[in-house]
């Protein structure tokens, strides 16, 4: 089974970047514009049992994602969240650290780095294949 990434983004061109990267590198995702619909698609048991990991904005409207983040860890925290923002000040890396997030990654990382950290914070299924377009499907 692929694993599957929630992005929770506002920004639509960022998140189609983010979708293609990870599908392109064997994930699944599906993706929400702010907190509160992050929170309502995982109350969905459908996808409560399907999502396997989160990539969290920090700046969104509705709910941000410190915010989404202190919901998710009452009833989620067993999916690993990674916090990622344009901007990186420390006490926003710390507080997203001390709410639970599994790692802090900053919007303009390399590709590279954005992966590694993906495939370290989500995990990698051997049946994965980094690259195999024919793995790449949006649910």
Same mark, same amino acid.
Do not use: W
């Given at each position: 089974?692929?694993?599957?990434?929630?992005?929770?983004?506002?920004?639509?061109?960022? !998140?189609?970047? =983010?979708?293609?990267?990870?599908?392109?590198?064997?994930?699944? !995702?599906?993706?929400?514009?702010?907190?509160?619909?992050?929170?309502?698609?995982?109350?969905?048991?459908?996808?409560?049992?399907?999502?396997?990991?989160?990539?969290?904005?920090?700046?969104?409207?509705?709910?941000?994602? =410190?915010? !989404?983040?202190?919901?998710?860890?009452?009833?989620?925290?067993?999916?690993?969240? =990674?916090?990622?923002?344009?901007?990186?000040?420390?006490?926003?890396?710390?507080?997203? =650290? /001390?709410?639970?997030?599994?790692?802090?990654?900053?919007?303009?990382?390399?590709?590279?780095?954005?992966?590694? /950290?993906?495939?370290?914070?989500?995990?990698?299924?051997?049946?994965?294949?980094?690259?195999?377009? !024919?793995?790449?499907?949006?649910?």
């Amino acid at each position: 089974m692929k694993r599957r990434i929630l992005i929770v983004d506002d920004d639509s061109d960022f !998140t189609n970047i =983010l979708r293609e990267r990870l599908e392109y590198s064997g994930y699944e !995702t599906v993706s929400v514009s702010n907190g509160l619909a992050a929170i309502r698609l995982l109350n969905n048991g459908q996808h409560n049992a399907s999502v396997t990991g989160i990539l969290l904005d920090v700046q969104m409207p509705v709910m941000n994602g =410190l915010q !989404t983040l202190g919901h998710l860890q009452e009833r989620f925290s067993h999916i690993p969240v =990674l916090m990622m923002s344009a901007v990186s000040q420390p006490v926003i890396v710390e507080e997203s =650290l /001390r709410l639970g997030a599994a790692a802090f990654l900053r919007k303009s990382e390399p590709s590279s780095k954005f992966l590694a /950290r993906c495939k370290q914070v989500f995990g990698y299924d051997e049946g994965q294949i980094a690259g195999d377009e !024919t793995s790449s499907s949006n649910p």
